[in-house]
């Protein structure tokens, strides 16, 4: 058997640089360093590239960042619109949760950019059509996909922060949460009673249930909203 000698790439023969490759790059880049240390320079670096090649594809760490949140959302997939619109609001609100815990800091890459890339907007054009589809009026639907959006992406950014605090699983989130209970049930109870008596409630450690909890809430909402008495006819609500 013969060996080939090593041979250093020709630089001519590398694929020219594009916004593809430098949006790969920053989503790996994000999971390696977060959002905090995500930087231009950084990222030229790790393409092995001048941070002012970067700037002929994207032109600020703005527009970076508004095609790193495209490309999360290009990942997460549609709810079955065979379902009803409980179902289906359920399966988008989780499907995005999972789409966000994905990747690190994704929760507030979504949160802080605009405008919508074409993905984004998709997502968004769904989830309006199935708050139309539950009976809700145009300024009721736009309302509740606001607060549909803020609760998912604030659940996720808070799940992080804990994570980041305590350890990504197991014994160091237990902990936190062993703490926090005990400090609760220490409170004079004379002056909190209700924070030690649902103590062991508030620091339940389950975010699968709290997550499931908050999207029923968000439901009976939703509902109540649909089952109001219709504006007169011209009349916004």
């Not at 409980?86 to 802080?112: K, M, S």
């Not at 237990?174 to 009673?193: D, G, N």
Request: some cysteine; charged content about 30%; hydrophobic content about 45%.
């Amino acid at each position: 058997m013969s060996i080939v000698p090593y041979r250093k790439a020709d630089r001519r023969t590398r694929r020219p640089l594009d916004q593809e490759q430098i949006v790969a790059a920053a989503l790996a880049l994000l999971d390696d360093v977060g959002l905090d240390q995500l930087t231009m320079r950084r990222l030229a670096e790790r393409l092995g590239v001048k941070a002012a090649s970067l700037y002929k594809h994207v032109r600020s760490k703005e527009e970076l960042l508004a095609l790193l949140g495209d490309e999360i959302s290009g990942a997460i997939p549609f709810a079955d619109a065979s379902g009803g619109w409980r179902d289906q609001l359920t399966e988008i609100a989780w499907n995005v949760r999972r789409g966000l815990l994905a990747h690190r800091d994704a929760a507030r890459v979504v949160a802080a950019t605009a405008p919508f890339g074409p993905r984004r907007l998709r997502h968004i054009e769904v989830l309006l059509r199935v708050l139309r589809d539950a009976g809700l009026g145009p300024r009721d639907a736009a309302r509740a996909a606001y607060h549909c959006n803020n609760f998912v992406t604030e659940f996720v950014a808070d799940e992080a922060r804990f994570a980041a605090f305590a350890g990504t699983e197991g014994a160091g989130r237990r902990k936190l949460f062993a703490e926090a209970r005990r400090h609760f049930k220490s409170l004079p109870r004379q002056e909190y009673p209700t924070i030690v008596e649902l103590a062991d409630d508030l620091t339940e450690n389950d975010p699968d249930a709290l997550f499931q909890f908050g999207i029923e809430l968000w439901l009976r909402g939703i509902a109540a909203l649909a089952a109001r008495p219709r504006p007169r006819r011209g009349i916004k609500n």
